[in-house]
């Protein structure tokens, strides 16, 4: 029967819980170790994170699972808050990693509960998720757009042998992860994938831009070499059309939202750098 709940709690293996953060037994309480009480809201946590975080499956498997079943769940809990109680009294939470991580996760966990509960309060309705979108509608027009790929050279007249080997047919992608400088988009074959204007250097985008689907450029000078080009395909501007970008209107309305509280969090706060020691810092 062990077997049941050692797969459920193998999921916690990494759990620290240390004693500094123990609860007092109280009336909801199922089991103490040592100083530590575990409750019912303790398990269905568990079982919950188990779970994926879906407090409705964690309730089926809790209902469907035996008395000894349960009990079995606890002692491979009690197992894991006795390793914790021992790397406690050894001051392992001391450890300045460790410590770290204690506080910078107890920090993300309830930064996290507090945007989930302030958000239940944000207008997420279809008018609003509209009248956002009708505000902002230049972000979400598709700029033009040209899908390229490029060999980088050291000369003009390697970037020239290059562009007629290309024109003779020999394979493109072949040709860039043997000959390019550029080794980053070499390994892909040359492909830098898709650009938008003002993505790259002038004279880089000038060609590209310039150039029909299929077709190839160069040699072009730029500050990093010369570049042989050929683009792929190309994407016109066009205006977003609500409904296919919905999904990312509501993203954005919800940042929005955020941005707000974060304001209105900031604007009451009280920040202070030292930048003498921050300057100083990695020196």
């Known amino acids: 029967m062990r077997r049941f709940a050692a797969a459920v709690a193998l999921a916690f293996s990494l759990l620290v819980v240390p004693t500094t953060l123990a609860l007092a037994a109280g009336p909801d309480s199922l089991m103490k170790v040592g100083g530590d009480s575990v409750s019912e809201d303790d398990l269905l946590y568990l079982l919950t994170q ?95 757009a040209v899908h390229v790929r490029h060999i980088l050279a050291e000369n003009e007249p390697e970037a020239r042998t290059l562009l007629l080997q290309a024109l003779s047919g020999e394979d493109f992608g072949e040709l860039a992860a043997k000959f390019s400088k550029d080794q980053g988009s070499a390994e892909r074959g040359g492909d830098l994938g898709w650009i938008q204007k003002g993505d790259t250097v002038p004279e880089f985008e000038q060609a590209a831009f310039s150039t029909p689907k299929g077709g190839f450029a160069g040699p072009v000078r730029s500050e990093y070499g010369w570049h042989v080009i050929q683009v792929l395909d190309r994407r016109p501007e066009s205006e977003g059309v609500y409904e296919a970008v919905k999904n990312q209107v509501v993203r954005d309305l919800q940042q929005s939202y955020l941005e707000e509280a974060l304001a209105s969090l900031r604007k009451d706060a009280t920040l202070s750098i030292d930048e003498k020691k921050l300057e100083a810092l990695g020196k």
């Open 50 to 144: 188990k779970a994926g975080g879906n407090k409705a499956v964690a309730g089926m498997v809790l209902s469907g699972m035996t008395l000894e079943e349960k009990k079995d769940f606890l002692k491979d809990i009690a197992d894991l808050l006795l390793v914790s109680q021992a790397a406690a009294r050894k001051g392992i939470q001391l450890d300045p990693g460790v410590a770290a991580k204690l506080r910078w996760d107890a920090v993300n966990t309830l930064a996290k509960a507090y945007v989930e509960r302030m958000s239940a309060g944000w207008d997420l309705n279809e008018k609003a998720i509209k009248k956002y979108f009708e505000a902002h509608r230049e972000n979400y027009i598709t700029k033009e």
